[in-house]
């Protein structure tokens, strides 16, 4: 059995020496540091997310169901406008909000 003994060094520094360990850029402005950082927009972000998340994998999944149910009956053309078959989640709507989400990561650098 091989182990491992990894050595792991703790160091406690006041808030203004922490830009000694830690890029400016990486730190908010409470410690010293430029990142813009905004808690309730991020928070916001990360609900549209998990929202989308959440939508996109139920469309498709829906989208492979609704697809194999086409392959595997011969349905009519004329009978596919069955509510049954449509997905629960508008596909546009969730095509929008990964747009949505895709800008805004652009922005960020």
């Known amino acids: 059995m091989l182990t491992i003994h990894a050595s792991i060094q703790v160091i406690l520094v006041s808030a203004n020496k922490l830009t000694r360990y830690i890029e400016p850029c990486q730190l908010t402005d409470d410690f ?3 990142l813009d950082y905004d808690h309730s927009d991020w928070l916001n972000k990360r ?4 929202k989308f998340t959440k939508e996109s994998t139920s469309l ?4 492979t169901i609704i ?4 392959k595997s009956t011969s349905v009519d053309k004329d009978k596919t ?6 997905p629960s989640f508008d596909p546009e709507t969730v095509l929008q909000t990964g747009k949505y989400l895709f800008f805004f990561s652009e922005l960020k650098p």
């Open 32 to 34: 010293g540091g430029s």
């Open 67 to 70: 697809n194999d149910s086409e």
């Open 47 to 50: 609900l549209v997310f998990e």
């Open 81 to 86: 406008t069955d509510g049954a078959l449509l």
């Open 60 to 63: 498709l999944d829906e989208l």
